[in-house]
């Protein structure tokens, strides 16, 4: 069966500091994979999204980037924090070429002070 | 990127049948209509999808009026583990909008 992990849980940072959240997914291949910020009580926006490695979309200008250097890993980046990149990360895979049901991590909460 | 509303908040007693509506007026021939929940701090979990022909599962049923406009999905007994934010969305939707805060009373 397929299963996704993210890490960390939970994380605080300073403002300024660099950020990298990693998410894998188990027993697919070639997975669509996608990042999601949800700020408190508000719903999920895309923030990348690839089709492959290498493939990364850029869905919301920001000071975050994405990187999927194999084909079940996506990482989440920055250079520098800002105190608005606060909020619950989600990182989720859809089967490629189907109906686009998502599966989602548990997420990684961030703080940054 | 067709959009989707949905009411803000619902109680629904336990054990009872919970609805949930949603609009989808400007959804295209060829999108699903998705459904996941939320429950507090983790992350969405899939619940069910269509495209025109009412939809049934282990966890719920969904029902797409003819024109495709808006879907109902429907909890036909609800428990307090279903107290949720339920989402409603369309294929390439790029964003989850804020839901329905599904609260299940005892």
């Known amino acids: 069966s397929q299963t996704i992990h993210q890490w960390p849980a939970t994380l605080v940072q300073p403002v300024g500091s660099p950020l990298s959240l990693e998410c894998t997914v188990e027993?697919?291949?070639?997975?669509?994979l996608y990042w999601y910020r949800q700020a408190a009580g508000r719903g999920l926006q895309l923030l990348f999204y690839?089709?492959?490695?290498?493939?990364i979309s850029s869905e919301v200008p920001q000071n975050l980037s994405a990187s999927r250097p194999q084909d079940r890993q996506f990482i989440l980046s920055s250079k520098k924090l800002l105190l608005s990149d606060s909020g619950f990360y989600l990182c989720?895979?859809?089967?490629?070429?189907?109906?686009?049901?998502?599966?989602f991590g548990p997420g990684t909460r961030l703080t940054v002070l | 990127d067709a959009k989707t509303t949905q009411p803000t908040s619902m109680d629904c007693a336990e054990g009872r049948a919970a609805n949930l509506p949603c609009n989808h007026s400007?959804?295209?021939?060829?999108?699903?209509v998705y459904w996941y929940r939320q429950i507090h701090s983790q992350g969405p979990q899939y619940i069910i999808h269509?495209?025109?022909n009412n939809e049934t599962n282990e966890m719920a049923s969904l029902i797409i009026t003819e024109d495709r406009k808006s879907s109902t999905l429907i909890l036909p007994h609800a428990t307090l583990r279903d107290t949720a934010v339920y989402y409603c969305?369309?294929?390439?939707?790029?964003?989850f909008g804020s839901g329905t805060q599904l609260t299940v009373l005892p």
């Open positions: 989720a895979w859809s089967v490629p070429g189907g109906t686009d049901t998502q599966y």
């Open positions: 027993g697919t291949s070639n997975p669509n």
């Open positions: 690839s089709v492959g490695i290498g493939q």
């Open positions: 400007t959804i295209s021939g060829n999108e699903y």
């Open positions: 269509g495209l025109k």
């Open positions: 969305i369309v294929r390439r939707q790029l964003t």
